[in-house]
């Protein structure tokens, strides 16, 4: 089970409280997550990633393990602690004022 | 099923979210609704004619990109369609502010038009200029690329809001005939559906641009049109107030007496067809009404001749923009005006701009203003 904690904003969208949790078939990257949660929670679609590049947005980031994952490759595997439910896999908006 | 009411709906677009004002038809007393999508952009939103419960609102944040939604009930509830808006084949390159090739790049929904006379069909002008559609309530846009592709793409250049399709006219007497507006490329209209356009600036004097009168380039702000008479348009410019009496073929300025003939809005009374409404703004840069008053300008003669409507709005010190979606009509009897400003008010006139006084005062800065007339 993959915890994700999304921000405020995108809980809101897509109608949670407090953490996601995910099954991730396979290896546990970035896009595997990412692919989970816009699959339980299609309102995600876009919000997170282009709808055609899949690139990350850029004022989006993604933290774990006290680690800033943002610029990782999205097919890295993701520390084994998110990968056993011990940490969460963090979506944090960037510090950009507004 | 929402209820019916008389009266008028008007619904407000601002930097942080949406706010929906109901009255009875004497828009004395106001019921303020929100802020839904709280926190987020919300360049505009719209009710259909052809279902007046039903609307759809552009979210968007520069973190987290555009979302749709669409209510079904006036407004009380919201629910998320499609956010999805990829241009047609390869997007190419417009203009960049320097006149580099600057490559396509979805950035936003300016502006939703829904059909006249079906709910499900409504028009999405975006930033990078496009126009989108959607025949399914929502559910898929596709982009009618006969605009972007037409041509003339390559020498489009942002304005300073962005290169944006801002403005989406559908002529009531005929379903294939559809007006745009882009900052900064001009006007096109299609007479078939969307599918081919052509741009119809012929008239325009643009000093910023290399040849003032080019075919496009033009950092065209705003244009309305009044139902009954579909061929004649008005247009704030960014400098300059226009009219065309032949569907664009030819424009000629109506500027005339106004303290400057820069602005954003205008729009036409409901009822009469050469009474028009602008709100003049100081520029280049300082984008502030003249003198720290805040006029509208009414013209009852189809441009040229101009008064400043005043009575109940600031006349000193008053500092705010009125952009480019931010005026509106009802068409009860008599007319209702209302407009937004960047200062977080919304005025409201019941007697055709004769008397004003805001309906809220402290709103966050407003981008869009438009009016649903309930019966």
Not at chain 2, 195 to 211: C, K
Not at chain 2, 329 to 345: A, E, K, N, R
């Amino acid at each position: 089970m993959i915890r994700v904690i999304l921000p405020a904003h995108l809980r809101t969208l897509a109608g949670v409280n407090g953490e996601v949790k995910l099954d991730v078939e396979g290896q546990v990257t970035q896009r595997s997550v990412l692919d989970a949660l816009e699959a339980s929670y299609p309102t995600l679609r876009g919000t997170l990633r282009d709808h055609v590049t899949q690139q990350r947005r850029p004022f989006v980031r993604f933290f774990a393990c006290e680690e800033d994952l943002s610029h990782e490759s999205p097919d890295a595997p993701l520390p084994e602690a998110v990968a056993r439910g011990a940490e969460p896999f963090l979506v944090v908006g960037a510090i950009a004022g507004g | 099923m929402a209820e019916k009411m008389n009266g008028v709906r008007v619904l407000v677009g601002t930097r942080k979210g949406a706010f929906v004002l109901t009255s009875d038809a004497k828009r004395k007393k106001w019921d303020v609704s929100g802020p839904h999508f709280a926190g987020w952009e919300i360049y505009h939103l719209k009710g259909s004619l052809a279902d007046p419960n039903r609307l759809y609102a552009s979210q968007s944040s520069s973190w987290f990109g555009q979302l749709i939604q669409r209510s079904n009930d006036g407004g009380k509830t919201w629910e998320p369609v499609d956010n999805k808006f990829v241009y047609d084949g390869v997007p190419g390159t417009h203009q960049w502010y320097d006149g580099t090739a600057h490559p396509w790049e979805f950035k936003r929904v300016w502006h939703l038009e829904p059909s006249l006379t079906d709910p499900d069909t409504v028009y999405a002008g975006v930033e990078d200029a496009a126009l989108f559609r959607t025949t399914d309530g929502g559910k898929t846009w596709g982009e009618l690329s006969g605009l972007r592709g037409h041509g003339s793409g390559p020498h489009w250049a942002p304005g300073a809001g962005g290169m944006c399709l801002h403005t989406v006219l559908l002529d009531p007497s005929d379903p294939r005939r559809i007006f745009i507006a882009i900052s900064a490329a001009g006007t096109f209209r299609s007479d078939d559906a969307g599918e081919t356009w052509r741009p119809i600036n012929q008239g325009l004097r643009s000093e910023h641009i290399p040849d003032p009168t080019a075919e496009v380039g033009h950092c065209v702000h705003r244009i309305a049109m009044h139902p009954t008479r579909p061929n004649v348009l008005f247009m704030q410019k960014h400098w300059d107030v226009m009219r065309t009496d032949d569907a664009g073929e030819s424009w000629r300025e109506v500027s005339g007496n106004l303290p400057t003939d820069f602005g954003f809005v205008i729009d036409v009374h409901a009822h009469e067809p050469e009474t028009i409404y602008v709100a003049p703004i100081k520029s280049d840069s300082e984008h502030f009404p003249p003198d720290g008053k805040l006029r509208v300008y009414r013209s009852r003669t189809g441009g040229n001749e101009w008064e400043a409507l005043t009575n109940g709005l600031p006349q000193s010190d008053c500092y705010v923009n009125v952009l480019r979606d931010a005026m509106a009509v009802d068409s009860l009897d008599s007319c209702g005006v209302y407009f937004g400003t960047t200062g977080g008010q919304v005025y409201a006139s019941a007697d055709s701009g004769d008397n004003w006084a805001p309906i809220v005062r402290d709103l966050p800065p407003v981008f869009s203003v438009e009016v649903q007339t309930l019966s």
